[in-house]
């Protein structure tokens, strides 16, 4: 890095003069899935970020330095010693608006939580005092070992944002988890986590699960009974809360929405396999959201062959049996006293009065409320609610993006946790 160099660039900015770029240090590690950052470095400058990339030495040895320089519009350095009159393993770090590293390999992850300061990386990470994200990259047996659980608990509590790898193929014919998310769904973590502006994710150190989609109860093996949820308000909140902090469950029923990076996805059709793996995964979380549309009712039998309709015969009647009610069980039993547990009532007449009255039926702590219809809500990239408390309070949230009515759902879970 040269004296005349740059780090923070104005930008134009209609009738108020010139703004300042975002700062963002890409910090790049030695795993195979580092050419992957070239395509996150090219959507962030492309945004409007000011990007520095950092390598580590082992990260060159897959994409030069050439790469980095370019693609950035920056000087490239991997060590201490470079341009030291100038202080870098202090000034990037303490200048940053966010740094990001991807991919971090299990030695980084390592080096990080313990604090070391041995390459130009290691010390930017120490002197950051903006937020930090990490997208982990490695073979499964890595993420999996307990030294880097361990790694990855610490850096978690510490307030870092650490995205869950993807499952998919690795390097050479092994398949698992440890793939490094799409370099896109990085970019949208990145993009949340400057939007909220803070330092200390507020969900940092929580495991929260999050249900959405609707359920489909089967009558044949063909045919079901289900609904319009799309899963993409459930889908808001687990990334939304990724992006603050929290390790995510989202326990998924029939979306065929793709996987969100940094959020550990589990696959349900019925209602009944959703409350077992709500109920498998709320035993160790701080907070429950239940986003998904989950049947009241199923068929009473299964038909393991298809249901033919027969010349002059009537349908035989449809019987129907109750399904559990998943929001209030869970309200009830909680795993610790602390829990705090999140219901969505969709409602097409008198919605806040059904919203109280179904708040006090289950026993949660919120319930948000929104009016559904043909065109409201289901599918839709917007949303507008109430989040009504079991303390009395209602908070309107206007029409809006997903992500927002998401937002105003974690704030009030992380001062209900805090508190
Ligand atoms: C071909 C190859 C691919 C590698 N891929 C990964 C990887 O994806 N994740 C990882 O944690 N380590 C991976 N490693 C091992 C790291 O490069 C090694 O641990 C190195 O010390 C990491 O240094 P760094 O953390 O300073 O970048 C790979 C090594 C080689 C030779």
Redesign the pocket.
């Known amino acids: 890095m040269s004296e005349d160099e740059t780090w923070g660039r104005t930008v134009p900015d209609e009738g108020r003069g010139t703004v300042a770029e975002p700062k963002v240090v890409l910090g790049v590690?030695?795993?195979?899935?580092a050419y992957k950052a070239c395509e996150l470095l090219r959507r962030l400058t492309e945004s409007g970020h000011d990007v520095h990339v950092v390598p580590?030495?082992?990260?060159l040895h897959f994409v030069g330095e050439a790469t980095w320089s370019a693609l950035s519009g920056h000087p490239v350095a991997t060590e201490v010693w470079t341009d030291v009159h100038e202080v870098p393993h202090v000034r990037i770090g303490q200048s940053a608006d966010l740094v990001v590293v991807a991919?971090a390999?299990?030695?980084?992850l390592a080096?990080a939580a313990h604090g070391l300061a041995d390459?130009l990386l290691t010390n930017t990470l120490l002197t950051a005092r903006c937020p930090v994200v990490l997208a982990p990259?490695?073979h499964t047996e890595?993420w999996e070992h307990p030294a880097t659980r361990e790694n990855v608990a610490t850096l978690r509590r510490r307030g870092t944002v650490v995205i869950e790898p993807a499952v998919g193929r690795l390097?050479g014919v092994d398949t698992g988890k440890g793939r490094l998310p799409d370099p896109g769904e990085i970019f949208e973590v990145c993009r949340r986590v400057l939007a909220r502006g803070v330092t200390e994710p507020d969900l940092a150190g929580r495991h929260v699960v999050v249900s959405a989609g609707g359920t489909r109860e089967p009558l044949d093996p063909v045919r079901y009974l289900g609904n319009r949820s799309s899963g993409k308000q459930g889908y808001a909140l687990a990334k939304t809360a990724a992006a603050r902090g929290a390790r995510v469950t989202l326990i998924e029923a029939n979306t065929g929405l793709a996987d969100p990076a940094g959020v550990d996805v589990v696959h349900v059709g019925t209602a009944v396999q959703l409350r077992e793996a709500v109920l498998k995964a709320a035993a160790e979380a701080d907070a429950v959201v239940m986003a998904a549309a989950v049947a009241d009712f199923r068929p009473a039998d299964y038909a393991q062959g298809k249901i033919k309709k027969k010349d002059g015969e009537e349908p035989a009647p449809l019987v129907l049996v109750r399904n559990p009610d998943i929001l209030a069980e869970i309200s009830a039993e909680r795993a610790h006293p602390g829990q705090v547990v999140v219901g969505f009532a969709a409602e097409t007449d008198d919605v806040l009065a059904n919203g109280r009255s179904k708040l006090r039926r289950k026993g949660c702590d919120l319930l948000v409320v929104n009016e559904v219809g043909e065109r409201k809500t289901f599918g839709s990239e917007e949303n507008e609610a109430v989040v009504l408390s079991a303390d009395g309070s209602e908070t309107p949230v206007p029409h809006g993006p997903k992500e927002a009515l998401a937002d105003v759902v974690w704030d009030q879970v992380a001062a209900r946790l805090a508190g």
Not at 29 to 33: H, L, M, S
Not at 56 to 59: I, L, Q, R, Y
Not at 105 to 108: G, K, W
Request: glycine fraction near 10%; aromatic fraction near 0%.
């Open positions: 590690a030695g795993g195979i899935a580590t030495a082992s990260a991919p390999t299990a030695d980084l080096r390459d990259a490695m890595m390097t």
